[in-house]
């Protein structure tokens, strides 16, 4: 039972666009949530996180969206760079300190 | 300096036999965790310490024993291997500020019973 989905395995977008990755979550109590990308045999890294209190949170080329009502977030990369080019994460949290639940993760390419 | 570290990097072992990963952060992070990447790439909780105590233990075999000796430290130990224990291990530590988290991730043990 997924907790947390991220429906689109993957995405390709030219350098210079943005990319839009999403996620889907089911529990209502998720309050904490976190953006991830893994790069091959490599752990995953974190990126930006958010909290239920805010609905955008902003890292330079990072922002991240959450609408709650509708249990969804959304990490947005602009401009997207080849160095962008990895598997994004998304993982979700009741509380801080409780396990985090992650998505399958998203493959995103990002062409020269 | 790598903030955490897990060794061995790769392990291949026979079934049967009994293994430890071994994981260190330098972050000052009161809470670690190991997680288990399976074949669908789906990262899924094992075990959570919190300053040494087990606060989370979902459901996996108890062939998996974890071991806190400090905060710092969590080894997974797993006894009589089998097949299916192949996957990628990770380990984690987390600390939260009251408003933002920091939570990271070790390299991965890749691990692989014949």
């Known amino acids: 039972d997924q907790q947390v989905k991220q429906n689109s395995p993957s995405l390709s977008v030219q350098e210079g666009r943005i990319s839009i990755l999403n996620c889907d979550y089911t529990?209502?109590?998720?309050?904490?949530f976190l953006w991830y990308k893994k790069y091959p045999a490599e752990g995953p890294t974190f990126l930006i996180s958010?909290?239920?209190?805010?609905d955008k949170n902003e890292d330079g080329r990072f922002t991240v969206f959450l609408n709650k009502s509708a249990k969804h977030l959304s990490l947005h990369i602009v401009p997207s760079q080849p160095g962008d080019s990895a598997v994004y994460f998304c993982a979700a949290s009741a509380h801080p300190g409780n396990q985090f639940y992650f998505g399958t993760g998203t493959s995103l390419t990002v062409i020269p | 300096d790598t903030a955490v570290s897990q060794t061995p990097k790769y392990l291949v072992t026979q079934m049967g036999n009994d293994k430890s990963i071994k994981c260190e952060q330098n972050?000052?992070?009161?809470?670690m965790y190991w997680y288990k990447q399976d074949s669908k790439k789906f990262l899924k909780i094992m075990f959570s310490?919190?300053?040494?105590?087990?606060?989370i233990n979902e459901t996996v075999p108890n062939r998996f024993s974890p071991k806190s000796p400090d905060k710092a430290h969590l080894n997974l130990h797993i006894n009589s291997l089998e097949l299916g224990d192949s996957a990628v291990y990770f380990c984690?530590?987390?600390?939260?500020?009251?408003?933002?988290?920091?939570?990271?991730f070790g390299s991965g043990t890749r691990l692989t019973v014949v």
């Open positions: 972050l000052g992070h009161d809470t």
């Open positions: 529990n209502s109590m998720f309050d904490y």
């Open positions: 310490y919190n300053n040494k105590e087990l606060i």
């Open positions: 958010i909290s239920s209190i805010k």
């Open positions: 984690a530590s987390s600390s939260f500020d009251g408003s933002n988290y920091g939570y990271t």
